[in-house]
Structure formats: structure tokens, C-alpha cells
């Protein structure tokens, strides 16, 4: 299996600008979950889904981020109007419903806002 | 509220035993965590703990969980330099859904 996939893995792009950064789960797993992770905060849930359905939203900082999951293998995370406070490093994470529900990790979209 | 709070940094001596500690709020997680995260990767299972065991061994690493104080302990004996790495605790919350908790992480740091 290839694992979680995200694209890019680096996006550089001026403040006001839209960004869209892209997840593929691994197969069957039917939990995806969307972190922000910086120096300062650590690492934060922002989304996650079940079945495709956003259950929990509550982590999504304000009006500018959206998350969509439109079929189990493919989800995205959008930011507009991207701000430099955006900068951070984005993971996508699965995970199956049976024994321990490890989440398994993408490796991350860096994204720097200038 | 929902919290996993660990310390935020650890040095030893390569071949020293490090000891990670954890504590949570959620007393009917079922599973406790430790990811590892190296420089520029996403997370990593390392282990993790039923919350009806009291001790986990795996090779290099012991998990101690203390239910009563809410408390989880990661230890890693003999450690490398290629342990040096970010280590998360974290606990999956029973009360519907999957939702994970993550602490902060622990930055260890491996001194040759």
C-alpha cells in the first residue's frame, strides 16, 4: 500500500491567494482526518471525517478554511484567503474502525503564505 | 475538557534510558498512544497500551500506564541517536467517533 498520499508537499504563495491542498487515504480506511501542525500551537485537529461526512469541525479556524471529502478516496482542504498566519505544515491522516485505530500519516503539505 | 499534556523537551546520553511522561483527562479511553514523528515525516505509531493493561514491553520500549493518576509513561532503554525525534502521546476518545487527542509532543535529543 502507498500509504497516505498528499500533494503538494511544498506551496508557496502570497497572502489573499487560494490554496488547495489535496489527501488520498489509504484504501478502506474510512476515518480521514485533516491537523495543522506549528511551532506554537503544535499539533491541532482542524477536521475530521466518517464515511465521507465532516463529523467534527470544530478544530477549522475560521470562515477562510474548508474541508470536502466528495468520495472515500479523496479529500481536500481549502484556504481562502490564505494569510501568513496560515503557514504551517498540513497532514492528512486515516484510519480503519477495527482494534487500535492507529491513524497513519501523510507527510505533510509545508505551506508558507508570504 | 479534553487535554494530553506531556513536556516539550528531553536530552540524554546515547546509551541512557529516556523516560517521556503523559497524563490525560478522558479516564474511558480505551487505546493510549505514543506516535513518533522524525524531521520533515508525518506521524508514527510507536506503541500503544489497552487501557486494561498496566505494562506494555516491546524490544527497547516499556509503556507504564497508571489509570488511577491518569498517567502514561513511554520508556526507551539503551537510546540512540536515531531516537532523537519528536514523541507524541496521545488518546482515543470513546465518547463517539475516533477522535484522537494528541499532547504537544516531546522533543527528544540524543546526545552522542
Known amino acids: 500500500d502507498a500509504g497516505v498520499i498528499q500533494s503538494p508537499r511544498h506551496e508557496v504563495t502570497e497572502m489573499g491567494q487560494e490554496v488547495t491542498l489535496r489527501c488520498k487515504p489509504i484504501?478502506?480506511?474510512?476515518?480521514l482526518f485533516w491537523y495543522r501542525q506549528t511551532m506554537m500551537r503544535g499539533l491541532e485537529l482542524l477536521i475530521y471525517f466518517n464515511n465521507n461526512v465532516p463529523i467534527d469541525d470544530s478544530g477549522m479556524p475560521e470562515d477562510r478554511f474548508s474541508a470536502k471529502m466528495p468520495n472515500a478516496s479523496f479529500s481536500t482542504l481549502k484556504i481562502q484567503p490564505s494569510e501568513p498566519r496560515d503557514s504551517a505544515v498540513y497532514f492528512c491522516a486515516s484510519s480503519g474502525t477495527g482494534g487500535k485505530n492507529e491513524q497513519y500519516f501523510g507527510p505533510g503539505t509545508r505551506l508558507t503564505v508570504t | 475538557g479534553e487535554d494530553v499534556e506531556q513536556s516539550l523537551f528531553l536530552s540524554v546520553r546515547e546509551g541512557d534510558s529516556s523516560v517521556i511522561n503523559c497524563t490525560y483527562t478522558d479516564s474511558s479511553s480505551t487505546y493510549l498512544y505514543w506516535y513518533k514523528q522524525e524531521p520533515g515525516a508525518g506521524l508514527q505509531l510507536l506503541t500503544y497500551i489497552f487501557s486494561n493493561m498496566d505494562m506494555k514491553q516491546d524490544q527497547r520500549l516499556t509503556v507504564l500506564l497508571n489509570k488511577k493518576d491518569k498517567h502514561l509513561s513511554l520508556r526507551i532503554a539503551d537510546t540512540q541517536t536515531g531516537d532523537s525525534a519528536i514523541y507524541f502521546c496521545?488518546?482515543?476518545?470513546?465518547?463517539?467517533?475516533?477522535?484522537?487527542?494528541f499532547g504537544a509532543g516531546t522533543r527528544l535529543f540524543v546526545k552522542a
Open positions: 484504501s478502506g480506511h474510512d476515518y
Open positions: 496521545a488518546e482515543r476518545m470513546d465518547g463517539g467517533g475516533f477522535k484522537t487527542i
